[in-house]
């Protein structure tokens, strides 16, 4: 069982940027494919970003809407995973979940995701 941890979130201004953190209870956290999804009021959880375990090479991946002013990181030493958010529009307001998948695979479907957090708010005002 992964437990994860999200922190980070908060109020902004339009364009200003927030960093997000995501804290994991595995030891084998380098060998997860680490995923951050957002939830706005009314909508289904969307994809935003993803990094691939060591073992798969780092590889990330970006929805079209945050590409260019997202960027996702980790730190195995540390079991945590990062989204660096910058630009911030009042679009991107949405409750950010952290999560985890043991098994490599490109995939933005968060039902094929193992592990979740509990999430924090981001609200971004105009």
């Known amino acids: 069982q992964v437990h994860l941890v999200e922190s980070g979130g908060g109020l902004v201004q339009a364009g200003d940027s927030l960093r997000l953190s995501c804290a994991a209870s595995?030891?084998?956290?380098?060998?997860?494919?680490m995923g951050w999804f957002r939830q706005a009021p009314g909508k289904e959880r969307e994809f935003v970003a993803l990094m691939s375990g060591r073992m798969s090479g780092g590889l990330t991946y970006y929805a079209d809407s945050v590409k260019g002013r997202f960027t996702i990181s980790r730190d195995n030493a540390k079991n945590a995973v990062y989204l660096q958010m910058n630009g911030l529009k009042p679009e991107d307001t949405a409750i950010y979940y952290c999560?985890?998948?043991?098994?490599?695979?490109?995939?933005?479907?968060?039902?094929?995701?193992?592990?979740w957090g509990q999430g924090t708010q981001v609200t971004v005002s105009s």
């Open positions: 595995e030891r084998t956290f380098s060998s997860y494919t």
């Open positions: 999560a985890a998948r043991l098994i490599w695979r490109l995939t933005t479907n968060p039902n094929e995701y193992d592990y």
